[in-house]
């Protein structure tokens, strides 16, 4: 009954008005940059990062946890009606989601996106809220060298997982952990790779890779290709926004299995919820076959409904990941991490001691901001949409200012607006070799952690490695680790194989 | 991934993922320097500050290396390229409706014929084609960009931001016109407002403000 009275501790904090307000402005600002073609929910919190400094801690994680579902239903949305999944995670829901879009089935599909997300973020939230303290206990008997596999885990199943091959995926973990030793290192004071320039003493800000990675490397690719005619049509998408009877009956049942895809994958770190979307897709269809009118391929109801419930259980989840073990399992997270580090917040196991406040009003607002998006969304989806008919030389300029604002406004320094630069046209190269970006947020925001907790490892054993895999804990996760490897191989070629054509 | 499996298709280096290689082993260079101009102060316990870079800068040398041999081996032209959705952003290859233009055209027929294939390889043409970068353009935004970076501090930031809009939109293919400026205008100034207005972030005023 200790979650129950912390939770309603939690409601109480954020159904104050003005904490209510963050949770609509945050899903606002959120849909309306997760709309954005080429911008998803990670972009959506790196650019709205700089906006929650003026707020207390707590109003800004409660307009966070609006942001993030805000931004990944603004995923769903251009996935749906323009085909361009914002993220990787929506990728899954474009090939029925748009296809029911283009049988006049538009404002359906929106509103089994909505519903889907719902369900598959509630029951994620509500399992985080009720094992989040137990996973906070587990927690406690993490030392550094567990810490140390947790990151290690993290940094090699994001590479390996998300990218199409090995070795893009190592050469972006290792332009992460690059920009991450830029700076003075905690242990000894040394100053790093600082080449005299005093604005790198503090380090490589998160925000300035993360924005400018993903979004000014959007802008890069876009006047990249610029003189390429527009092919994308957007799907008007008026009339009813509900489900009928039988869409429903068709719809709960794969919004749950999706549920349960989704949920595990929120805790392992293998870069957010591609996986989970696919295999969702992939049973939908394989259930469909069986069937004896088979729908996929005309615009499946089942086959939008899953990997938009999966996608949300895992993005729940992996908050739970993060809240307990400080460990971000997806780009979105991992950014999220870098909010807490703003607000010199550490999340882990102590952050249910020391800011349990926080902590509940957070789970808290997580319920809350499913509630407002829902009834943000189901209504007004098409209006949204409404947001992609803006010319793109205007969208994309309105983003490079965007940027550059977001930027500046946190840092103040000419010095960064450079680097934002600098790595905006890394992340245009980067995307060109379909080179993934997420192991670089990974490691830039692990990275520090990592080399701290094998700093103090070794520190304890005198030099000794063994001690790295001393402990039963520390050698369970890199057997996990090695089973999630092959387990993912397997996975990524029938994947490969279940996509409709 | 061995020259006995490609057959007659020859290869090409592939030109996306080379700069990418690039890049790695810049970095690498820059941390070998880095870490050989290191002061690392002699209170400094075991290990060291310089432990966990090092292991960075051997993985990005190895990193590197691979991925630039891969880059120069280059993909094989053949119609067997497996086409999968682009995985880590955003954008699934958007099919091209009516006359693609003749600079991707020249270029894919230029393409097709120094890869010695003709019919099969049609998609795979299509699919390089869309890879061609328009380099002026991309200089247009950067240099754009610096001058922003550099007239921010002095000008302040309605004046830099409205020129930077107003600059990439016409880099991005709009017409220059009156109305693209007052657009312009309007969205820097309204960031000014709500940001440093309401929120309280802090924008340069420059030299307007000190009016």
């Known amino acids: 009954m200790d979650v129950l009275a912390s939770l309603a501790d939690g409601f109480a904090t954020a159904f104050s008005p003005i904490n209510l307000l963050w949770v609509v402005v945050g899903a606002l600002l959120g849909t309306a940059v997760g709309v954005l073609p080429g911008l998803g929910s990670a972009m959506a919190v790196a650019l709205l990062l700089p906006v929650t400094y003026s707020l207390d801690p707590t109003g800004a994680f409660i307009m966070f946890a609006g942001i993030y579902y805000g931004g990944l239903f603004g995923d769903s949305i251009s996935a749906i009606l323009l085909n361009t999944p914002g993220n990787s995670s ?93 700076g003075i290192e905690t242990q000894s004071g040394t100053s790093r790779f600082t080449f005299g320039v005093p604005d790198f003493l503090d380090g490589i800000d998160v925000v300035v890779v993360t924005v400018g990675l993903l979004a000014l490397g959007e802008v890069f690719h876009r006047a990249s290709l610029a003189h390429r005619p527009e092919a994308e049509t957007l799907i008007r998408s008026g009339g009813r926004p509900f489900l009928s009877r039988g869409e429903l009956r068709k719809a709960l049942p794969a919004w749950l299995r999706g549920t349960a895809f989704g949920l595990p994958f929120g805790v392992i770190p293998v870069g957010g919820s591609e996986i989970p979307t696919f295999l969702a897709y992939g049973n939908e269809r394989r259930i469909d076959r069986r069937s004896r009118k088979p729908e996929f391929g005309q615009g499946a109801i089942r086959g939008l409904a899953a990997p938009e419930a999966a996608g949300n259980a895992t993005s729940g989840t992996a908050m739970g990941a993060l809240l307990t073990l400080g460990l971000p399992t997806s780009a979105t997270a991992a950014i999220m991490l870098a909010a807490f580090q703003q607000f010199g917040l550490q999340p882990g196991p102590l952050l249910f001691e020391r800011d349990s406040e926080l902590a509940w009003a957070l789970i808290a607002s997580l319920f809350v901001g499913l509630v407002v998006l829902l009834v943000l969304n189901l209504p007004f989806a098409p209006l949204w949409a409404k947001l992609l008919l803006i010319p793109r030389p205007f969208l994309y300029a309105g983003i490079t200012l965007f940027c550059v604002m977001g930027v500046y406004s946190s840092s103040g320094s000419v010095v960064d607006v ?84 | 991934m061995s020259a006995t499996t490609a057959g007659p298709a020859r290869r090409h280096v592939d030109t996306a993922a080379l700069p990418v290689a690039l890049v790695v082993l810049g970095v690498a260079v820059v941390l070998t320097v880095g870490l050989v101009t290191m002061e ?10 310089r432990v966990f870079p090092i292991g960075i800068t051997v993985l990005a040398y190895v990193v590197g290396a691979v991925l630039l041999v891969q880059a120069l081996l280059g993909r094989t032209s053949g119609p067997s390229h497996p086409q999968r959705p682009e995985p880590t952003h955003h954008q699934r290859p958007e099919p091209v409706e009516g006359p693609p233009e003749t600079h991707d055209d020249e270029t894919g027929l230029r393409r097709a014929q120094a890869a010695g294939v003709t019919e099969p390889a049609a998609a795979e043409v299509e699919a390089s084609a869309s890879r061609e970068v328009s380099w002026p353009r991309v200089a247009l935004l950067l240099g754009l ?20 809009f107003f600059g990439v939109t016409v880099a991005l293919g709009a017409r220059p016109r009156l109305r693209t400026l007052g657009i312009a205008i309007i969205l820097a100034a309204g960031i000014q407002l709500v940001f440093a207005g309401l929120l309280g972030l802090a924008l340069l005023t420059g030299f307007i403000g000190g009016l």
């Open chain 1, 90 to 182: 929506a990728i899954a829901s474009t090939f029925e989601g748009h296809k029911m879009a283009l049988t006049g089935r538009a404002p359906q599909a929106l509103a089994t996106a909505a519903l889907g997300a719902f369900t598959g973020g509630l029951l994620a939230t509500v399992l985080v809220a009720f094992l989040a303290p137990s996973m906070a206990v587990l927690a406690t008997y993490f030392g550094p060298a567990e810490f140390f596999a947790l990151a290690l885990f993290a940094f090699v199943a994001t590479s390996a997982v998300v990218a199409d091959s090995l070795v893009k995926g190592l050469a972006s973990l290792v332009i992460g952990l690059a920009v991450a030793v830029v």
């Open chain 1, 418 to 501: 450079v680097l934002l630069l600098a790595f905006g046209l890394l992340g245009m190269l980067m995307r060109r070799a379909d080179v993934p970006v997420a192991p670089v947020l990974i490691a830039v925001i692990l990275g520090p952690l990592a080399e701290t907790e094998l700093t103090r490892t070794l520190t304890i054993s005198e030099g000794d490695p063994s001690a790295l895999v001393a402990s039963p804990i520390s050698i369970a996760l890199y057997a996990v680790l090695a089973l999630t490897l092959v387990i993912t191989a397997v996975n990524r070629i029938r994947t490969r194989r279940s996509i409709d054509a």
């Open chain 2, 40 to 49: 690392v102060p002699s209170t400094a316990n075991a290990p060291g500050p």
């Open chain 2, 145 to 164: 960009l610096l001058v922003f970076a550099l007239v921010l501090e002095p000008l302040g930031w309605l004046l830099s931001a409205t020129g930077l």
